[in-house]
């Protein structure tokens, strides 16, 4: 919430510095029970994601704003609650200062659904910096993306960011812009990925006496979810990138699970296997990581969508590393996405 909130006041454009897109983002806060839904607006599109550690629903609407102009609102009941209103001028949050902030749903899909009606694609995948250029991790959520990520920073790369990648096209090149230096990690990743392996990983006592790692003191991401939050920017042992890089490499993960049959074949575990993905396959892989899910079809652009994807191919591949489950084949990993990217 600081970093939003800092931006906002001192009157910087979300976008502006990002890309030739401007933005103007406003956002009020208030103690009371938002009034969600609105007579001047109708359900276009609606989302209820169940999972082991999270509930949360959105739904889109579309009508008019006050003004009598066109206008979207996207709503969130989730641990935050509020609203994104789009219209012409930009986007405007009204969010209840009980529970999760703005700024976690703001840099996924909050800004997606602007982008993405912007011409501008959102791939559900972690932005990293090599060099002079970008690339992008995907994942299906909890297979890995997270923690070799981490690892990747480790190696030498710097994160641009977490989750959602922007990918917008100027000047006949994709470049990848950094959005807020905060990663969201599992406490277990953040004990086993930590650089140093100090800061989150020595022990100390909980309130109730009891031993605790240093990656269980990490700010929550809500108070019911135990997802932490990692302020990149503070950190002396990862780097942040703040500036932009053109995309040149998509990666695609496939973890491999251990038979226990051939635990011992250590050989085969730390093998590592990067290759090409046909486009029309690799289409089909960036479809599933897409940010919006279903919207797509109810806002009328799938098919601007896929034309602005097969573009993106045709510049920056997508390849497949696959490699064996365990936190141990990690540095591997790393240093193999770093020769083929650099």
Request: charged share 25%.
């Amino acid at each position: 919430m600081e970093l939003f909130a800092r931006d906002l006041a001192q009157g910087k454009r979300v976008g502006e510095a990002s890309s030739r897109l401007a933005l103007q983002v406003d956002l009020a806060e208030t103690n009371e029970i938002l009034e969600i839904k609105s007579r001047h607006h109708k359900p276009l599109w609606s989302l209820i994601d169940e999972g082991e550690r999270y509930s949360s629903e959105m739904t889109l609407y579309e009508g008019q704003d006050s003004q009598g102009q066109p206008s979207q609102m996207l709503a969130i009941m989730c641990e935050g609650k509020g609203t994104f209103h789009y219209t012409r001028q930009g986007i405007k949050v009204h969010w209840q200062k009980e529970g999760t902030g703005p700024e976690h749903y703001f840099q996924s899909m909050g800004l997606g659904f602007w982008l993405e009606q912007q011409g501008v694609p959102c791939i559900h995948a972690n932005a990293l910096a090599i060099n002079d250029t970008a690339i992008g991790i995907l994942a299906p959520s909890q297979t890995g993306k997270t923690t070799l990520t981490m690892a990747l920073m480790k190696a030498g790369m710097a994160m641009m960011s977490d989750d959602m990648m922007a990918v917008h096209s100027i000047d006949n090149e994709y470049r990848v812009y950094p959005g807020w230096p905060l990663f969201r990690v599992w406490p277990d990743t953040a004990k086993a990925i930590e650089p140093n392996g100090a800061e989150y990983t020595k022990q100390a006592k909980g309130p109730e006496g009891k031993e605790q790692s240093k990656a269980e003191e990490l700010p929550r991401v809500h108070s019911r979810f135990d997802k932490r939050v990692i302020d990149i920017g503070t950190r002396t042992d990862f780097d942040f990138c703040s500036t932009a890089r053109p995309l040149k490499h998509l990666y695609l993960l496939e973890r491999r699970e251990i038979e226990s049959s051939d635990a011992t074949d250590n050989k085969q575990h730390n093998t590592v296997k990067i290759e090409s993905i046909k486009p029309a396959h690799a289409l089909m892989h960036l479809l599933q990581n897409s940010m919006l899910g279903g919207a797509y079809k109810a806002l009328g652009i799938e098919q601007q969508r896929l034309t602005a994807l097969a573009k993106l191919l045709e510049q920056v591949p997508l390849k497949k590393v696959s490699y064996s489950s365990g936190m141990q084949h990690l540095p591997s990993v790393a240093q193999a996405i770093l020769a083929d990217a650099s």
